[in-house]
């Protein structure tokens, strides 16, 4: 049951995007439609999952038998960098064309807040590992479901008459707004689930 609990309230309840407000560069960069944005949802979650596992290992069984704890946040990024490259190569092999669409995106998956964020708040909370891969492959696939429904959005919005001082980045944000407005109404449902099952 704790399992489910982290999958609804990573994807629904915190959002990395719409309630933690991370990621939010490619979420407003790689949004405009909904094939690059369904890749860079692919290439961020591969990234996320691996970086949580790989990070999860290096603080558990180096850093912490070491006494390199403050180390940590160096560690990570190196690791993220790493993992970010081994993508972009396998991208550019398999699919040159979405190598292409994602363009500068693609290595800003290492700056990318929302990849770090995970890989420290599995250890700022203390989670086991079997834990830390299903907050992270959770948190991958609400960054794609935020990322995706903004993309849906943004492409019916060429085909709307906006007007013209809301046009370009204004209706965006306020879009963004409002999507992230809708997604706290799912606030208290993992708060709910935990009080059905005895779980507090």
Do not use: H
């Not at 939010?24 to 960069?29: D, N, T, V, W």
């Not at 993992?83 to 995106?105: C, D, H, N, R, W």
């Not at 809301?166 to 992230?180: D, K, Q």
Request: glycine fraction near 8%; include cysteine; charged fraction near 10%.
């Amino acid at each position: 049951m704790e399992y489910i609990l982290i999958f609804i309230s990573a994807i629904f309840v915190n959002n990395i995007v719409l309630a933690q407000f991370l990621g939010i560069c490619p979420f407003l960069g790689v949004s405009k439609k909904i094939d690059t944005s369904l890749g860079m949802s692919a290439a961020v979650a591969f990234v996320m999952v691996l970086a949580t596992l790989v990070t999860w290992l290096v603080q558990t069984y180096v850093l912490v038998p070491a006494g390199l704890e403050y180390l940590q946040t160096i560690a990570f990024i190196l690791v993220i960098a790493s993992l970010v490259q081994m993508v972009e190569i396998i991208l550019k092999k398999v699919s040159p064309t979405l190598y292409q669409a994602l363009g500068i995106f693609l290595p800003l998956i290492t700056t990318n807040c929302a990849v770090l964020g995970v890989a420290i708040l599995v250890i700022q909370k203390e989670m086991n590992l079997g834990q830390s891969i299903v907050y992270a492959l959770s948190t991958a696939i609400g960054f794609g479901l935020a990322l995706t429904v903004f993309a849906g959005i943004r492409e019916q919005l060429e085909l709307t008459n906006v007007p013209k001082g809301m046009r370009g980045m204004a209706i965006v944000l306020v879009s963004a707004g409002l999507l992230s407005l809708a997604f706290m109404g799912f606030s208290g449902v993992d708060n709910g689930l935990r009080a059905l099952f005895g779980l507090n």
